[in-house]
């Protein structure tokens, strides 16, 4: 298969919203590149005694609009491109759904799935002894992303307060509720998605009946127990993770497959499901296509084959612009991952918000704060679509591209 350079695909969205938006020489270089980067080594002792040296990145992409946000990534192909990519995704997504908030990312290159948790901790309280001083309520706030957790940010959190000797909880996001996480983020992602799927039901007038998730960690888990809660409606035929497949195109019970996952770590065995390959879910005839693996996943060489009706991209990054164009030719409602998966970081600013002043939402008033917002934005980004006549992610990107010009712009810096 083809290989695709993230950051040379983010650059290329943000390339055709300004050609869109005919923005100046200076706007578009300022928008295409980060604003700061950073890259470090850490040294890290390890169970056997023996230090190892880490490679770490943080990358401030755009703080236009506000402290950069982004989350932290612990991945053994992290690159710093990937990371590039990621942060521009960041601020753009941020710019959709309105928050006042730039956009960053970070990533540590290990492999978290052979390691204690011991050297897990370390490798945290290493990462933000690196970047302490880059980051702050006012400067950059981090979160969790691939491989890491609330506990990784309680780590986190807790080496940033060691060091600069101040209770600020507000730093990072997706923290444990006991110090200072808020209620309704565990699913958020998901949560925003599943509202977009609404909206594009109800703006398109079509039926959530059955649906398919390419990714099961935390948002595709969710993402399979909040369809039918939300929709009233959907039956689940396929579902794949990292090992294989899965496809029962009678429905897959949500609840049991997520126990299951949780158990063997895999979603294959499953009972009464016949195998099937990540490629052929993304295949499959169904009215909801849930892309929550890694970026890429749906590009020039397969996108003729997607037979979706909505694409809700739960990942960042899942398809790219070559695909984009085909399957906006094919008719297929594609809910872009700057607006479908900003579910995470529009809580993770209600955190910011709640740890701000000590004073915490209910549930269900997150959940109704979420739907808000995110629905909000579903519009803004529809007839954006309708009145230019363009495909749903060019559309987001003009949205979020031009109120970064703008800020930049009454800034003064171009």
């Known amino acids: ?227 039918n809660e939300i929709l009233g409606e959907g039956k689940l035929v396929a579902v794949c993770d990292s090992k294989g497949g899965i496809y029962n195109p009678n429905g897959i019970n949500p609840k049991e497959l997520v126990v299951y996952k949780l158990q063997t770590g895999k979603v294959v065995g499953f009972p009464g499901c016949e195998p099937i390959t990540s490629e052929e879910v993304l295949k499959l005839k169904v009215d909801v296509l849930y892309p929550a693996a890694l970026e890429n996943a749906i590009n020039e060489e397969n996108a003729e084959s997607i037979n979706a009706s909505i694409i809700c991209e739960l990942a960042n990054g899942p398809t790219t612009p070559e695909a984009d164009l085909i399957l906006f030719e094919k008719g297929i409602k594609v809910i872009p991952d700057i607006l479908a998966s900003a579910g995470g970081v529009i809580v993770s600013y209600f955190e910011m918000v709640q740890d701000s002043y000590s004073y915490f939402w209910e549930e269900s008033e997150v959940h109704h704060k979420l739907d808000f917002k995110i629905s909000k934005a579903y519009k803004t980004v529809y007839e954006a679509i309708k009145e230019k006549k363009l495909h749903p992610r060019l559309a987001a990107m003009v949205v979020g591209v031009a109120r970064v010009a703008e800020a930049s712009k009454l800034r003064g810096w171009v």
């Open 1 to 227: 298969m083809k290989s695709y350079n993230s950051f040379e695909v983010a650059q290329k969205q943000v390339l055709e919203a300004a050609q869109h938006l005919r923005l100046d020489k200076p706007t578009i270089e300022l928008l295409t590149h980060p604003q700061k980067e950073f890259t470090f080594t850490m040294p890290i002792r390890m169970d056997d005694k023996k230090v190892r040296i880490f490679h770490g990145y943080r990358i401030q992409y755009n703080y236009a609009r506000g402290p950069a946000k982004g989350g932290i990534r612990f991945h053994m192909d992290e690159t710093i491109d990937t990371i590039r990519a990621l942060a521009s995704w960041m601020t753009w997504k941020t710019a959709v759904v309105d928050l006042p908030l730039g956009g960053a990312k970070g990533g540590v290159v290990c492999d978290p799935k052979n390691m204690s948790e011991i050297e897990l901790e370390n490798i945290a309280r290493g990462y933000i002894r690196s970047i302490s001083e880059l980051i702050g309520i006012t400067k950059d706030i981090p979160a969790p992303d691939v491989y890491t957790n609330p506990q990784t940010m309680a780590w986190m959190m807790d080496e940033y307060e060691t060091i600069t000797r101040q209770h600020m909880p507000g730093v990072l996001t997706d923290k444990p509720q006991q110090i200072g996480g808020t209620e309704g983020r565990r699913d958020a992602t998901a949560r925003g998605g599943v509202y977009c799927v609404r909206e594009a039901c109800k703006y398109y007038n079509l039926k959530p009946s059955t649906f398919a998730i390419q990714g099961f960690g935390n948002a595709g888990q969710r993402a399979a127990l909040l369809h």
